[in-house]
């Protein structure tokens, strides 16, 4: 998500008249302090009230949006008594989110309160199984040890300024050395580089590896969740330094558009627009460069629990509830436009997630399909190509050869005169 500028405080100054006593004058700057603090005062809570529960500015529009279908969506009274009964067992026994699948599948769907979302991302990713089969107990500490490529501490170097520099929550850290957000985010994504050589880093980590450790507040917790969500929740390729994970998932995208929303596919087919030119962050940054950040994090409490499935079930629902802009869009760059505006906007999260569930059917074996043929095709362009590039080459081979012959060994001219 994108945050705005800091509110800044705007105090008005009175001057005093020559005519002014030294009593009235220190009376008036008396009143002009106190005005000056009454406006600080006021100027924090206003920024208070533009920030949401993560430290995240939200801008006016964003704050003032009326919902469009949330009248409509509001969860009945059993679901919401059903709801805290079963976080009020979490909070007793954490194991109460393994112990009933689906009662936690429902509750996670219809939001995980705050003071869980720590612990259930940590626990229905997968995390704290992958943390109990690291190699030691003290796997963490040794992957800081350890020595990171010289390209890849230079990109997260040059990323860690770029990441939520306005958010205060991030930047705070608890006031020690070395734990504000950037020390914190360095080290974690220093560690997975070294826990995946394969992946490395790739930019849009930076966002998800921090929002995280917004999220949980502990950062060997981050850490393992971070790792967990990029290895095993989503396609273990979709941040390899190839990108064709990345370009692989918007083709499954594409094709699975084709039948969930045919209007939408055609249109963008006819301005020319492929999704992963305009909205790679989508998936790179998984939503929170995008969404807002209470709405990305709603959207994350489902991904972590259930998988990929919900990132295509979330952008196809973006798509079809935004379906009117999109087709007012003449050109790429006016699709691009639209998407990052409605996106920025949506701050209902129970309106999307609504939609998303209720009515976008897809199934892992939909996707594992699509996948399996998006990939022959991929691989037999990429072999079509090589053999193209061969035969290019051997053919330039050939002509430059012919060529030097020509001029190595010029014939006698026969026409030549001889005195």
């Not at 370009?247 to 209007?263: N, V």
């Amino acid at each position: 998500m994108k945050s705005c500028a800091r509110c800044s405080s705007i105090v008005n100054e009175n001057e005093t008249s020559e005519s002014e006593t030294y009593e009235d004058a220190r009376e008036s700057e008396s009143d002009e302090n106190g005005d000056e603090r009454g406006a600080r005062n006021g100027d924090a809570r206003a920024e208070a009230e533009t920030r949401d529960e993560y430290g995240f500015a939200l801008t006016p529009s964003v704050v003032t949006r009326p919902s469009r279908r949330g009248r409509k969506m509001e969860r009945s009274q059993r679901a919401k008594a059903r709801d805290k009964k079963f976080w009020n067992r979490v909070r007793a026994n954490a194991g109460a989110l393994k112990e009933d699948g689906e009662a936690a599948k429902r509750a996670i769907r219809r939001g995980v309160p705050r003071d869980l979302r720590r612990d259930v991302w940590y626990l229905s990713s997968g995390a704290s199984e992958m943390r109990a089969n690291a190699p030691s107990t003290s796997y963490y500490e040794q992957l800081l040890m350890m020595k990171v490529d010289e390209k890849v501490t230079d990109q997260i170097e040059l990323d860690l300024a770029r990441t939520f520099p306005e958010n205060e929550n991030y930047e705070r850290g608890n006031g020690t050395v070395g734990q504000g957000g950037n020390d914190v985010l360095r080290r974690i994504l220093f560690a997975y580089a070294r826990h995946n050589r394969t992946t490395g880093y790739c930019q849009g980590m930076n966002y998800i590896a921090a929002f995280i450790w917004i999220v949980i507040g502990d950062e060997e917790r981050a850490f393992w969740t971070f790792a967990t969500l990029l290895d095993g929740v989503l396609p273990g390729d979709v941040h390899a330094s190839d990108i064709k994970g990345t370009i692989a998932q918007y083709k499954i995208l594409h094709r699975i558009l084709e039948s969930q929303a045919p209007k939408i596919a055609r249109h963008l087919r006819a301005v020319d627009v492929d999704l992963v030119m305009i909205a790679s962050k989508w998936l790179l940054c998984l939503f929170v460069e995008s969404l807002p950040a209470l709405t990305a994090a709603r959207v994350l409490d489902c991904v972590l629990a259930e998988g990929e499935k919900v990132w295509f079930r979330v952008v196809i629902a973006m798509l079809r509830l935004h379906e009117r802009e999109i087709l007012a869009c003449q050109t790429m760059p006016d699709v691009m436009v639209a998407l990052k505006d409605v996106y920025r906007r949506q701050t209902d999260a129970d309106e999307l997630l609504n939609f998303a569930f209720k009515n976008i059917r897809l199934s892992r074996k939909t996707i594992l399909n699509h996948r399996v043929s998006v990939r022959r095709a991929m691989n037999e362009e990429a072999e079509r190509r090589a053999v193209e590039l061969a035969a290019n080459r051997k053919r330039t081979a050939a002509m430059e050869a012919a060529r030097k012959a020509q001029f190595a060994s010029p014939e006698p001219n026969s026409g030549s005169f001889s005195p």
